[in-house]
């Protein structure tokens, strides 16, 4: 089931393939990518410690979404800063420069 999850407390860590690939802190989301496009997940979330979090089904985030007009563009502005992020640290990187390179756009 695809779920937004809304992070309240804590920090926590998100890998792909063991790779750390970014912290997250209070107030950041994960999961927003399969209310999106219905896809697979795309990283694992790892806490240190027991976290709260506020977690929403895809009708639940529609219906947020629709009733909250300014929901959809502020996880929108959150996902291109993530893709942005992801360019620089692949710049950064000549190995994850060379792999993007087909994708860039």
């Known amino acids: ?3 937004l999850r809304l992070r309240k407390s804590q920090r926590i860590e ?4 063991g790779v750390d690939v970014a912290t997250l802190g209070p107030g950041d989301l994960f ?4 209310l999106f496009d219905r896809g697979e997940r795309t990283a ?4 240190g ?5 506020l977690v929403l089904s895809r009708r639940e985030f529609s219906s947020l979404r629709h ?3 300014s929901v959809g563009p502020k996880i ?3 996902l291109s800063a993530r893709l942005r992020q992801a ?3 692949a710049d950064a990187d000549p190995v994850l420069n060379e792999l993007s390179r087909p994708w860039s756009l």
């Open 1 to 3: 089931m695809a779920t």
């Open 14 to 17: 998100l890998l792909r393939g």
């Open 31 to 34: 999961g927003e990518l399969a």
């Open 44 to 47: 694992t979330v790892v806490a």
């Open 49 to 53: 410690a027991e976290i709260l979090l």
């Open 67 to 69: 009733s909250i007009s």
């Open 76 to 78: 929108v502005a959150q």
């Open 87 to 89: 360019y620089e640290r």
